[in-house]
């Protein structure tokens, strides 16, 4: 067996983002992910493989869904599918004859999950948005910055990946793993505006506590907190400390040089921003990969700020071979790590390269729509 998800049918239509990136962590597990793409023009084939950032463990099939082949086809392949994943606009794939009800009469088994931005339902469920909306609705945009200064994007890592991809992977699985009891599907519901609000459950954990200010950067996990923050040093680079526990603080403290009469209590707030200038004023004395030497083998909860250039040469990633090249280029490898059934990347298709193969797998005679 190659692969924890071996043997797993997945049907994906094609889309943006979040559902791209769950299957092919699917991909990636072992699963055979089916991509539905809709037909394109020459000239965009000739570099989709090569932009098709999440695309890879495909196999690529070119339907048409506006017409009834194509919506033929479609259904076909998901009559032998054990999962569809979809992330158009809720209603779009009711109006195709392509929905929950209609897939899931001829194959009551089907997991079929659906990924937007809103939700399938609610005042903004039809909506567009994007990462950074998602974030700001769900709450967790407006903490993440500096005092005084606006919010800080983080990329599109907290709505679409982190509060999209893996919700849905996780409701996929778990809904896998209902029916290998009941025998029966579901629909599978998870929207980046959920997943975000889901990511915020240990602030607002604090906030009941009274241990969660609504003012930036004055808690412990916003950079209010001066061993929890990152530090520019000489060369204009960064560092960055994490030491919460007592312990790592207090090696943070001794390997800085820091005087401890000045730097304890640890959790004095009104000497936090005194501190984050003692702590910034001597770390601008030395290079990063000075400090990098300095802090070897010290659990002070350090680490040097590396770019995402950076990140693949790192003796950390190439010891663990964290990162594969693919067509020249460095990107991350298959996670989690399986100690019988590991994972693989296996290579990116061509926009329709297997439809051939779909056809006669299917019984058809012959294409119902070509690329």
Known sequence: MTGVLEGLKVVEFAGLGPAPFCCMLLADMGAEVIRIERPQPAEYLEQATARDTFGR???????????EEGKRLAAAIARQADVVVESFRPGVMERLGLGPEDLMTENPGLVYARMTGWG???????????????IAQAGALEPIGRAGQPPVVPLTLVGDFGGG????????????????RSGQGQVVDASC???ASMLMSVVHHMKS??????????????????????????????????????????????????DPRDMNPQNDRKAWPRRH??????VRTRTRAEWEDVFDGVEACFAPVLSPAEAPDAALHRTRDAFITVDGFPEPAPTPRFSRTPSSA??????????????????????????
């Not at 991809?165 to 809904?175: E, K, N, P, T, Y």
Request: glycine share 8%; hydrophobic share 40%.
């Open 120 to 134: 399938q339902e609610g005042p903004l469920s039809a909506a567009a948005g994007h990462d950074i909306n998602y």
């Open 277 to 282: 200038d003692l702590i910034a004023a001597k």
């Open 165 to 180: 991809s893996m919700f849905l992977a996780v409701g996929i699985l778990s809904a896998l793993f209902e029916r290998s």
């Open 57 to 67: 463990g495909r196999t690529s099939v070119v339907a048409d869904l506006k017409d």
């Open 346 to 371: 296996k290579p990116r298709p061509r926009p329709g390269e297997h439809t051939a193969q779909i056809f006669e797998r299917l019984g058809l005679a012959e294409p119902l729509t070509r690329n």
């Open 209 to 258: 506590l009274g241990q969660w200010k609504d003012e930036r950067a004055s808690n412990l996990f916003d950079t209010g907190a001066p061993y929890y923050d990152v530090y520019e040093t000489a060369d204009g680079r960064f560092i960055s400390f994490g030491a919460i526990e007592r312990k790592f603080y207090e090696a943070l403290v001794s390997t800085l040089e820091l």
């Open 193 to 195: 505006v959920d997943g």
